[in-house]
């Protein structure tokens, strides 16, 4: 199993689970991110989610019914 690579590397970013994918979010490497990173296990693949308004690193993250 191999799947695609994230668009940047990441520090201190969010990942959380919804709807059987892999939301990986905001996070820090040359600077802070607002991008979000969406991986599909079913498929192998990552995508990138829309941007955030402001960028994010090392916060709170939770999913709601």
Do not use: E, Q
């Not at 991008?35 to 690193?57: L, N, Q, W, Y």
């Amino acid at each position: 199993f191999a799947p695609g690579k994230m668009k940047m590397p990441r520090a201190n970013h969010g990942a959380l689970v919804c709807g059987n994918r892999i939301y990986v979010i905001g996070g820090f490497s040359s600077g802070h991110h607002n991008s979000m990173d969406i991986f599909d296990p079913a498929t192998g693949t990552i995508t990138s989610g829309p941007p955030m308004k402001h960028a994010r690193c090392g916060f709170a993250h939770a999913v709601t019914p």
